[in-house]
């Protein structure tokens, strides 16, 4: 069992910068790949990006490639998602998300174990 905990959240510029935390707790982190998952008022939840365990690979969803980026630091079992120049469009909430194939990077949202409870990203234009 992991329990993940988002922060981080809150009102930001377009074009501005935010960075959103997951920590976890319970299992060994690394076991896991990790994903945030976005989910805007009346949109499917989508996946917006993942690493691997070690953190030696990393995904990204087209519309956020080059603007955001995904880290982990396996000592602060913590991951990371660094959103450079956001858009309007990216507002939603955003879930992180822990797979027990920690080898490889799921962007379907059926394929997680366990999800975090979601912190609100708006963006202004």
């Known amino acids: 069992q992991v329990q993940l905990v988002e922060s981080g959240g809150g009102l930001v510029q377009a074009g501005g910068s935010l960075r959103l935390s997951c920590a976890a707790s319970?299992?060994?982190?690394?076991?896991?790949?990790m994903s945030w998952f976005r989910q805007a008022p009346g949109k499917e939840r989508e996946f917006v990006a993942g690493i691997t365990g070690s953190g030696g690979t990393t995904y990204y969803a087209d519309s956020v490639k080059g603007r955001f980026t995904i880290s982990r630091d396996n000592v602060k079992n913590t991951v990371y998602l660094q959103m450079n120049s956001p858009k309007p469009e990216d507002t939603a909430v955003y879930y992180c998300?822990?797979?027990?194939?920690?080898?490889?990077?799921?962007?379907?949202?059926?394929?997680?174990?366990?999800w975090g409870k979601g912190t609100l990203v708006t963006v202004s234009s």
């Open positions: 998300a822990a797979s027990l194939r920690s080898w490889t990077i799921a962007s379907s949202g059926r394929a997680m174990n366990y």
């Open positions: 319970g299992r060994t982190f690394s076991s896991y790949a």
